[in-house]
Structure formats: structure tokens, C-alpha cells
């Protein structure tokens, strides 16, 4: 990885190790869809708030909901800014990590689900984090949907077209 690896050591004081590896800009994001995709069929728009502190992730989604006329990403590296967002514009869906560096995610969800505002907004977990027990626990705390990553997105796409349904939900302000 054209990096470096050093050590010092001292008996009976410790030790030392250092790494260094350069740093590279992220990889492009591709999406890649079936051949014949089937999309849901989409044209009245909608607010998507992303609570992610990845940005390779964040931009996969981004791409993904190109697929979406219409649809406005809002976005929240940290959770307490994602509660923020979220009770000031009221997304139609909440996509939500569970490994944040502030709040962890299952707390967003909880806290999410305790606001008036924010409690009638459909949360999907996206996380890598997908164990049977941790699925069942947060869907029985009150998220919509568990997608696991590396995601895949056309069902994605069929979650946030079945959770948003036909009317937007969101009101600013």
C-alpha cells in the first residue's frame, strides 16, 4: 500500500509503533444495475434524509437515487446533525447507518421515533452491521426496513418507492 511501518521498544518502558499510508482520493462509485432493471415507477418526488458518516457510501446512494426524478438527498455525517435535519424539514424516509461517530444509530432510531416531529417518518437501516438478532431488534424498535450493505439497489430502489408511497410526507419548516 506504498506505506511505512515503524517501531521502537524499550523493555520495561514500552512501545512505540507508527503507520503511515498515503493518502488517495475515494474510488468512483459505480452502479451497476441488471440489465432489465425493474424501477419502481416514480415521478412525484420526495425528500431522502442519509444519516452517513462514509462518503464512498453517501455517494453510492447519491448515484442510486439519480434513479428517482424528483428526489432531493439531504445529508447528516453525524447523528445529532441528522435529528437536527430531520425535525427541521421533515424528510419523506430516513436512511440511517448504525455505526455514527457521535450517536450510535440504534439511539437515532430511538430518538427519531420519540419526536413528535420525526416519529411518523419511515426509518431504513442501511448498515454492513446486519447480525439476525440485530435485525430483529431494531425492526421490533421501530425501523421500516433492515438493508444490509453492499447494497443492493434495486431493493433500494423498491423500499424507498414502497415506504414513500404516493404522497409526500415532508412539510418544511
Given at each position: 500500500m506504498n506505506g511505512t511501518l515503524e517501531a521502537e521498544s524499550e523493555v520495561g518502558v514500552g512501545s512505540r509503533f507508527a503507520l503511515a499510508l498515503p493518502l488517495v482520493e475515494a474510488p468512483a462509485v459505480e452502479v451497476m444495475l441488471p440489465e432489465s432493471p425493474v424501477l419502481p415507477a416514480w415521478g412525484r418526488g420526495g425528500v431522502v434524509l442519509y444519516i452517513e458518516d462514509n462518503l464512498s457510501n453517501f455517494?453510492?446512494?447519491?448515484?442510486?437515487?439519480?434513479?428517482?426524478?424528483?428526489?432531493?438527498?439531504?445529508?447528516?455525517?453525524?447523528?445529532?446533525?441528522?435529528?437536527?435535519?430531520?425535525?427541521?424539514?421533515?424528510?419523506?424516509?430516513?436512511?440511517?447507518?448504525?455505526?455514527?461517530?457521535?450517536?450510535?444509530?440504534?439511539?437515532?432510531?430511538?430518538?427519531?421515533?420519540?419526536?413528535?416531529?420525526?416519529?411518523?417518518?419511515?426509518?431504513?437501516?442501511?448498515?454492513?452491521?446486519?447480525?439476525?438478532?440485530?435485525?430483529?431488534?431494531?425492526?421490533?424498535?421501530?425501523?421500516?426496513?433492515?438493508?444490509?450493505?453492499?447494497?443492493?439497489?434495486r431493493r433500494l430502489l423498491a423500499v424507498l418507492d414502497e415506504q414513500m408511497g404516493t404522497e409526500p410526507r415532508h412539510s418544511a419548516g
Open positions: 455517494r453510492l446512494v447519491e448515484r442510486v437515487l439519480e434513479l428517482m426524478p424528483g428526489t432531493t438527498l439531504l445529508s447528516a455525517i453525524q447523528g445529532r446533525l441528522g435529528l437536527e435535519l430531520a425535525s427541521q424539514h421533515r424528510p419523506d424516509v430516513i436512511l440511517l447507518d448504525l455505526h455514527l461517530p457521535d450517536v450510535p444509530g440504534e439511539e437515532v432510531l430511538r430518538r427519531l421515533l420519540a419526536e413528535p416531529r420525526t416519529r411518523q417518518i419511515p426509518v431504513i437501516i442501511l448498515s454492513a452491521d446486519a447480525t439476525p438478532g440485530q435485525i430483529e431488534r431494531l425492526l421490533a424498535a421501530g425501523a421500516r426496513a433492515f438493508l444490509t450493505k453492499p447494497i443492493d439497489v
